[in-house]
């Protein structure tokens, strides 16, 4: 929903789900597909400009993220913001 909301301002190219992700780490080691390991590497690598997350769909991903950002330099939460979807009420949280 925010990449529909947000269009006048971001390219669909410009989003990554939770759901799948290719990327090469730092390291060298490459990732593929809904992989826990590669999102908390990216967010280690600082791949991300703005990471937000709303919980529900992918558990996993959604907690090597956070506990990526734990203590992490090149990120700070910036925002929590309540929102109620037909699959029950969340919370979107945003780092940049």
Known sequence: VPAYLLR??????????????????????????PDPAGFAAAVRDA??????LRGGVTPEVDAAVEKALRGNPHYRLTG?????????????????
């Open 8 to 33: 006048d301002r971001t390219g669909w190219n410009q989003w990554v789900s939770t759901t799948f992700f290719e990327y090469t780490a730092k390291d060298g080691k490459r990732y593929e597909g």
């Open 80 to 96: 929590r913001f309540p929102t109620t979807t037909s699959s029950g009420d969340s919370v979107y949280r945003i780092w940049v």
């Open 47 to 52: 791949r991300f400009d703005v990471i937000m």
